[in-house]
Each structure stands twice: as C-alpha cells, then as structure tokens.
C-alpha cells in the first residue's frame, strides 16, 4: 500500500519472484481519476502516494499447476446475485464489489457484465436481456460443478431483476441443494428519487409496466389501484422500441385520480453519462420523452415542488398525511 516512491523497489521484487505478470496495480480506487492494470505495464514516474500493488495467491486459482479445476476438487459451489446500482462504480456497494472479484465465473446480460472490471483468472459468460431463465440456470450449473459463481444484475437484483429467476430455479431439482445468496443494490427509483429531492417521502407503490410478461388488463388494474388509495408510484420499464403507447395510456388512467398538476419525475439514465433528471405536470407527461433507460417517480395528493435559491427545483412528499 501507498506505493509512491517505492514502488520501483516493489515492482523489482514482484520479477525476481516471477511474479510479475500476476500482480495488479491500483490507483485513487472509487475516485474520478481512478487507474487498474497490470503492474507491469505502469509507468514508475507516474505512481502517486495513493496506489496499491494487489498480488492474488496462487492457491486454488484455476489454471495454476498446484490447483486442481474447481469441477474436480469437491469443494462446493455457489450462485451470489449481485446488484450492480443503476450505473457506474460509485453505486456499487462494498459487499458486492467484493463477491465480483472473489467470483471465478460472472453471469449476466452483456450490457451489465461489461461495467464489471476484467480480472485475470474469470470467466465472463455474456447472454442476450431475454434469457433469463436460461441464464439462471446456466449459473447454477456451474455452482454444481464447484465453481463460485456471480450473476450481475442492474440496480436491485430482486427489483423486476436476477434474484426471482436464480431463486426459481434453485427451488427445483437438480438444484435444490445450491447455495444461493442475493446481494441488495441501488435500485433506480431510489437513486432518481435522490436526484430529484425526497418524492418517495410517503407511501409508495412499484408498479412495472412492461406487458411482457403480464397482461397490460393486471398493470391497469393495480395503476388504478394505487392511484386511488393516493399512493406515489414508481413506475419501472415505462418504455422501449417495441412499447410504445403504455405511458399515454398509464397517464389517462392515473388522470382519472390525480390532478393535471401532480408532479412527475423523469429520471433517465441515473448515474450514467447521459443522466438527466426533469420534473414536469402529470398532464405534460409526453410518451416521447420516455425509453428503456427512464424512470418515472408520480406524486400522490401531498406531493410538493420548490424552486430552491440556486434555481434547482426540488420535489417531496411530506410525511404527514391530512386526516381525513
């Protein structure tokens, strides 16, 4: 740790053990100018104060003459599902991030997987975003074979996510006796929630909108639910190329309870690059603005805006409640 000056002395060290092309070199870990690689290939003029040189041991790392391949070594398996956060390293938590380096096989939807570091020594298995099913039984099959198994998740795996697909198929046989943990994450309606103020203040109810695998007649029903008891929503998977007309219509149904003026949250892309976070009139509420990476956060009743001194506008909902 805190390498710096000696860091040529370490790296002289790490080749006459033969051990160079093993070890890792980190630098300014979770801040923005955050650098990983191999410890090799780093320039000694350049290494701050802040780094670290990382040298994983050779014990039981597949590959490696003295360790036998987890399938052969009787050693039992196991599935952890991890919630990535909606985006980036800063919503990763500490428990996660350290399931993903100790696994020795990662699982999950090619856009998810490629936001976990590469490690030497893993094994990446990437799959389309229709393959859930599939995808959680090819984790468990490799957790039968002894292998330490993550299968990656964005936001909160058992938020419309991971965990329900895994723990459906690990309640079956061959795979009832697989170890399976689920690790919590930021889910996307939190973190827009925080972006924008506290809209989730009260009580609130989570409400997917994709019909893909529930009839859109279920989705109205529990719209038209929680919209008359007065309960914010958040609604998940409002959009995409293929459904297009579902926000329209989820805007008439919650107009049916809800003032034109009720506040809406449109969070897209929440920690990621292109985030941007509006808060607009339920009545303003345009199918257009929204695709697979938004989120949209109704208020109930109490909902409230303000325009702070800076000019951000914010938006809460209080926690006390009228009486009737």
Do not use: C
Request: net charge neutral; no cysteine.
């Amino acid at each position: 740790m805190k390498l710096g000056r000696t860091f040529p002395t370490v790296r002289r060290a790490l080749e006459r053990s033969g051990r160079l092309a093993d070890a890792r070199y980190v630098e300014r870990a979770t801040m923005s100018a955050e650098r990983t690689g191999s410890l090799g290939e780093v320039d000694p003029s350049s290494v701050p104060y802040f780094s670290v040189a990382v040298l994983p041991s050779r014990i039981d790392t597949p590959g490696t003459p003295d360790a036998p391949d987890a399938s052969a070594s009787g050693r039992p398996g196991e599935v952890v599902v991890v919630g990535l956060g909606p985006a980036g390293p800063l919503w990763l938590t500490p428990e996660a991030r350290g399931e993903l380096a100790a696994a020795e096989d990662l699982v999950g939807y090619t856009t998810y997987l490629d936001r976990v570091p590469v490690r030497p020594g893993q094994r990446r298995h990437p799959s389309d975003n229709k393959v859930e099913a599939e995808r959680a039984e090819f984790a468990l099959d490799l957790a039968r074979r002894g292998r330490r198994v993550a299968v990656v998740s964005s936001g909160d795996p058992g938020v419309f996510a991971m965990a329900t697909a895994v723990l459906e198929a690990a309640s079956e046989e061959p795979y009832r006796d697989v170890p399976v943990r689920v690790l919590p994450g930021m889910t996307a309606a939190h973190a827009a929630a925080a972006r924008a103020g506290a809209p989730l203040g009260h009580d609130y109810a989570v409400v997917s909108l994709s019909d893909r695998l529930k009839p859109w007649e279920v989705i109205a029903e529990r719209l038209r639910a929680a919209a008359a008891a007065d309960l914010v929503l958040a609604l998940y998977n409002p959009g995409s190329r293929s459904r297009v007309w579902q926000v329209g219509k989820a805007r008439e149904l919650l107009l049916e309870h809800r003032a034109p003026d009720t506040p809406v949250v449109l969070g897209r892309d929440i920690g990621g690059p292109e985030e941007s976070v509006r808060i607009i009139r339920l009545a303003d509420l345009d199918p257009a603005d929204v695709d697979m990476r938004t989120i949209l956060l109704i208020g109930s009743s109490q909902t409230r805006t303000a325009r702070r001194g800076d000019g951000t506008e914010i938006v809460w909902t209080p926690r006390r409640y009228p009486e009737g």
